[in-house]
Each structure stands twice: as structure tokens, then as C-alpha cells.
């Protein structure tokens, strides 16, 4: 019978409390403290930009669903013919085909 190479066993964790290898000096400690609240900090601000970013795609989308709305209601009232090709331009000139030049009959 061959034996196998296995690796040994981890350490069975105590319950009784270790003792330390040594300790931080108090501005050590001090300085720690500040870095880790400033880390919880930034995290905490990501998150509100996370919800913000959220909430400003949504008016985005929301924006852009009622520019459409308004230019589909403009080639209405144009009786633009469905399927033509057209643009508005900053102002405010509706024209047929793309940037000003006209459609091929």
C-alpha cells in the first residue's frame, strides 16, 4: 500500500485568546483609526454617488423618451411620410433626409 503526500492538518484554532506580538504606539493607533474611518467614509460617499448616478440615468432616459415623443409629434403635424429620413437642426429648421441634403426619389 502506498502512502499519499498530504498536506498536514492546519492548526486547531483555540479558544483562549492569543497573545499579541506587540502593539501600536499611540499615534500609530491614532493615525490608524483615521485612515480606516476615512476609508469608511469614502465608501459611504460611493454608495450616494451610486444612487445619485442612478437616479440621474433614470431623468436621462426620461428626457430622452420625451424628446422622442415631442419629434414623433412634429413629423405628425408636418406629415412627415413614415420611414423618411429627417433631422432638426439647433434652430429649430426641419429637414428632410440627413444633415440638409434631400432624399432620393
Do not use: C, Y
Not at 428626457?63 to 420611414?83: H, S
Amino acid at each position: 500500500m502506498s502512502k499519499k503526500n498530504t498536506p498536514a492538518a492546519p492548526p486547531a484554532e483555540t479558544t483562549a485568546p492569543a497573545e499579541p506580538f506587540g502593539t501600536l504606539d499611540e499615534s500609530e493607533a491614532q493615525a490608524l483609526a483615521q485612515l480606516r474611518q476615512a476609508s469608511r467614509d469614502i465608501t459611504m460617499e460611493i454608495g450616494s454617488l451610486e444612487i445619485r448616478k442612478g437616479r440621474l440615468l433614470g431623468n436621462l432616459g426620461d428626457l430622452e423618451r420625451r424628446a422622442q415623443e415631442m419629434l414623433a409629434n412634429v413629423g405628425k403635424r408636418l406629415d412627415v411620410p413614415e420611414g423618411t429620413t429627417w433631422h432638426v437642426t439647433p434652430e429649430g429648421n426641419v429637414f428632410l433626409g440627413v444633415g440638409g441634403v434631400a432624399p432620393q426619389k
